[in-house]
């Protein structure tokens, strides 16, 4: 079945920096999603991509689509306290078919 | 909108014990997923409704597991009887294609399950 595959697991960031995190799938996506999960929250909904390289932009956060829509990024620019979380990508057709990555918990340090 | 509500919060409960989780989605959305987090396996799709009828089960665990959606503003999951590995938070999501975004996911709070 399909994997979707995310690193890394875990990042600490000092509050400015920037942070990434990558998604790998097995497969072909037809569209990606990501999902951001506060500590002792709910996952919640960022974006979501649909074509080849797209790339999209909320304000310090930038989301990409590979070329060959198996792969995508988010990152963040300069860091702030209200980052920290768990961001999660999701890659598949529609919801039913989504398959979430492990995450990466980011922590951002004051 | 009070989005997707799921109650209890917090549940305890001993080994073999029955436990009924809840979740109202939102009204309107159409499909209706109950996803289990854990931290060795992440968030794990258990169960999905379409216009309250199930389409795949093929994530619920085992037959302990059971889900009902009766009426398009309700749904619970069953477990009977529970074990100290079912202990997770389990989601309730909702989506309706129609809105756009191509079925975004809108998550309750999750129930917090520890058996004891």
């Known amino acids: 079945g399909q994997q979707v595959m995310q690193i890394p697991q875990y990042q600490h960031v000092q509050e400015g920096e920037d942070f990434t995190t990558y998604c790998n799938s097995s497969?072909?996506?037809?569209?990606i999603q990501w999902y951001k999960q506060r500590p002792g929250g709910h996952p919640v909904f960022l974006i979501q991509l649909v074509k080849s390289g797209e790339v999209k932009k909320q304000k310090r956060l930038t989301f990409q689509f590979g070329e060959a829509k198996k792969n995508s990024s988010l990152h963040i620019t300069a860091t702030q306290t209200t980052d920290v979380g768990t961001y999660f990508c999701a890659g598949g057709g529609s919801a039913r078919q989504l398959t979430f990555g492990s995450g990466t918990q980011l922590t951002v340090l004051p | 909108d009070a989005g997707v509500i799921q109650s209890p919060r917090h549940e305890v409960t001993e080994m073999g014990q029955e436990v009924t989780l809840r979740c109202k989605p939102i009204?309107?959305?159409?499909?209706l997923f109950w996803y289990r987090q854990t931290m060795m396996r992440g968030l794990e799709l258990l169960i999905y409704?379409?216009?309250?009828?199930?389409?795949?089960d093929s994530g619920m665990p085992e037959d302990r597991f059971s889900a009902k959606m009766p009426n398009a503003s309700f749904s619970t999951l069953k477990i009977q009887p529970s074990e100290p590995r079912d202990s997770a938070v389990y989601f309730c999501?909702?989506?309706?294609?129609?809105?756009?975004?191509?079925?975004?996911?809108?998550f309750g709070s999750g129930t917090q399950l520890s058996v004891l």
């Open positions: 009204s309107g959305h159409n499909s």
């Open positions: 409704f379409n216009n309250n009828v199930p389409i795949d």
């Open positions: 497969t072909t996506l037809s569209n």
């Open positions: 999501a909702s989506s309706n294609p129609l809105w756009g975004e191509n079925e975004k996911l809108f």
